[in-house]
Each structure stands twice: as structure tokens, then as C-alpha cells.
């Protein structure tokens, strides 16, 4: 049913520009304890660790990563399960295998960029190596190839 005012949107109804439309009641979706969990990369490629999270509206946007350096990419992939698992851990403190999984990544995400940075130089801006500051130096990092190589 139309509103007979033009100018005030009715209860059940929100303001667009111009008009009145129906509400949306937003679900939220949550996984259980103990949830089934995608590996790294696929993780990265679905925007979720949580195969239960990975909602249909998603894969119309997915795209592949194109990623030539394999060790950037580890530690992207690192750094996306550490912050999933840590969102997870949120709502799921008790969860003992998620905590220790969260920390195995940590310490995998910590010694690979003691690796990386000692092959290709700082990842950020706050790093500074023995050479002093050389964070607008060429190669940037994701310039650099596996092996050292642009």
C-alpha cells in the first residue's frame, strides 16, 4: 500500500532518496564452535576462513589474486587467517583448538616476515632496517619476484 504522504515514509518503511522503501532486517550469520575452516589460500580467495560464512552474494565478486611473489603472498594469506581466526575467537573464546591454531599461525606469520624482510626489505613504513630508513627505495615490496628478482 502506498504511503498517502508523500514527504514521511510509513513504519515499516525506510526513506530513499526520493521515496519510501520496504525495511531490511539484516541477518547475521554465525558458525558453531569448532567450525569447518578453508585452507589458507582458499581462504584468501573467498574473503572468509568459514566455508559457512562464504555467502552466494560473494561469489559473483570473486576474483583470482594475482600474487608473483610466493613468500608476500604466504604472509597475506598468514595475516587474513590470523585476523579471521581472531574475529572468530571473539564470540568463541572457549574454542581450544582455534586458539591453538591462532597461535601456530601467529608464530608462522612472525618468523615468516623475519625471513621476508631479510630478503627483500621492510614490509611497512614504521620498519627500519640497518641501513636506515629505506622504506621509498625501489624494489617495493610487491615489486620483488620470488628469488629477488623484478
Known amino acids: 500500500m502506498e504511503n498517502p504522504n508523500p514527504n514521511t515514509c510509513g513504519v515499516m518503511e ?12 539484516p541477518y ?3 558458525q558453531g564452535s569448532s567450525a569447518e575452516r578453508y585452507d589458507q589460500s582458499q581462504a584468501l580467495a573467498a574473503g572468509t576462513l568459514f566455508p559457512g ?24 594469506a598468514l595475516g587474513f587467517t590470523i585476523n579471521e581466526l581472531g574475529l572468530y575467537l571473539d564470540t568463541h573464546q572457549n574454542d ?21 624482510e631479510a630478503a627483500y626489505g621492510p614490509l611497512q613504513q614504521t620498519d627500519v632496517t640497518a641501513s636506515g630508513y629505506t622504506w621509498v627505495n625501489d624494489p617495493w615490496p610487491w615489486d620483488v619476484m620470488e628469488g629477488g628478482k623484478q
Open 53 to 76: 560464512l562464504n555467502l552466494p552474494f560473494f561469489k559473483a565478486v570473486k576474483s583470482k589474486m594475482n600474487c608473483p611473489n610466493n613468500a608476500l603472498c604466504e604472509l597475506m
Open 28 to 30: 547475521i550469520p554465525m
Open 96 to 116: 581450544k583448538d582455534a586458539l591453538a591454531l591462532y597461535a601456530d599461525y601467529v608464530n608462522l606469520a612472525k618468523e615468516g616476515r623475519k625471513r621476508y
Open 14 to 25: 525506510g526513506s530513499l532518496p526520493g521515496k519510501c522503501a520496504g525495511m531490511a532486517f
